[in-house]
């Protein structure tokens, strides 16, 4: 189970951390992956973070404004969202990847787990 937390209202420019917490599995087994999804939009992949941490991968619309990072031992993963625009508004959700190690995959059915995920609006 992967349960999200952190969303909320925020103005644009601010910062949001967003937390994925994992229960009843071990984190360090799976890639992890946010997605992000607005209204009448498709799902699509925002950022991702090997299994050991050293491999990240970003979508271009966030690069140097977001940063994944995880936690194994707390069985966590983080999304820091800073300078956060209006089109950054969406229901985040984060994923897990149980086949891979080192890459991260940016196409969402390459998730086996998902989170029920946390509504981030940024206001303008």
């Known amino acids: 189970q992967l349960v999200e937390s952190g969303g909320g209202l925020v103005e644009a420019g601010g910062s949001l951390r967003l937390s994925c917490a994992t229960s009843?599995?071990?984190?360090?087994?799976?890639?992890m992956g946010w997605f992000r999804q607005a209204p009448g939009n498709e799902r699509e992949f925002v950022a991702g973070?090997?299994?050991?941490?050293?491999?990240?991968r970003y979508t271009d619309s966030v690069k140097g404004r977001f940063t994944i990072s995880r936690d194994n031992a707390k069985n966590t993963v983080y999304l820091q969202m800073d300078s956060l625009k209006p089109e950054d508004t969406a229901d985040y959700y984060c994923?897990?990847?149980?086949?891979?190690?080192?890459?991260?995959?940016?196409?969402?059915?390459?998730?086996?787990?998902w989170g029920q995920g946390t509504l981030v609006t940024v206001s303008s």
């Open positions: 994923a897990a990847d149980k086949t891979r190690y080192t890459v991260v995959t940016i196409t969402a059915n390459g998730y086996d787990y």
């Open positions: 009843g599995r071990t984190l360090n087994n799976f890639v």
């Open positions: 973070i090997s299994r050991g941490g050293r491999n990240t």
